[in-house]
């Protein structure tokens, strides 16, 4: 091959090179175009195989020429591969991406039956002007049981009810019990704040107990008080069954019966009437109440002549029973997936 022939084919190889390099387009064209014009039995090997063949002279002059050539191949080479799988890797990722606002969560939470019914008493409550109150599970005696009038010797004092924490003082202000009642906070409150009040006071209580299908040794209470003048049993009634009729969707009838509890006196029991599909229906016990005990008031600082009022208590746990129909209490503490799933 001479001087000049070689160098036609060289410069046609460059044109070919730049050819071809403008139609790989995608990263698939890349591995074709580096073997026809990099690859082993590519024409600029075969051209390279010559160059021997000349004097030293005339390699002087190709050496570079071709040297020259092979560098801007594998430059452009490179950088073409850089492009090429940067635009692949964006094409993929235009696709692969997840809308995480469209995704499915694999299963998704929701409040606990009990959150879900005191909340919506709380809300009925707020709309009648009551406020909410909260107290502490660790209580002294003198708060759970003294202060409301709850005499020494009473059975709910026994070890048989109460959980104590501490016992072994005279001094009921220094012996602790896990509150058995949300009435603590009736005492609570009023001592800080006073009369007039309406207040509710959800919260859990404990007691040693047997345990069965409708025994807990903790379950809820709401606990309502409402002290101010010239306050009957009548408007006690009308607040009930406003807040029963609101969270069961319909009215709701109650009886209400003499009952004894120290911290009301009058006391009461009241039932509600309770109905299922395709069942005969009966009264069922639902809370305690009464008209503040005067002893009651005045352990707080109140001013009985002046003042009265009605409190009452009841289980919130046996009112999620009630509207979702559970008849074992024990399911609302086990946590099981398959029944909270179910609210
Ligand atoms: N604390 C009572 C109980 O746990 C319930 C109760 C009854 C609360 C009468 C009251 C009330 O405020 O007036 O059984």
Redesign the pocket.
Known sequence: MTLKEFLTRVSELEKRVSESFDNVRIIEHLEAFFQEFLGKKSQLNELLKHIKDFSPEEKKEVGPQIQQLKNKINQDFLVKRNVLETEALNEKLKEDWIDVTKSEPFSVGNLHPISKIQRRVEQIFSSMGFEIADGPEVETEWNNFDA?NVPQTHPARDMQDTFWISKDSENSHENSVLR????NI?IRKMIEHGAPIRIIAPGR?FRNEELDATHDATFY?V???LVDENITLGHLKGILEKMLSELFEKEIKIRIRP?Y?P??EP??EVDIWFELPGKEGKWLEF????M?HPSVLRNCGVDSKKYGG?????GLTRLVMMKYEIEDIRLLSSQKKEFLEQF
């Open positions: 409301l058995t009642q949300t009435s009736q209580v209470q606990e309502g008080l009952g509890f911290f009301v006391g009461l809370m305690g109440a009464g503040v009605f409190a009452f208590g009841f």
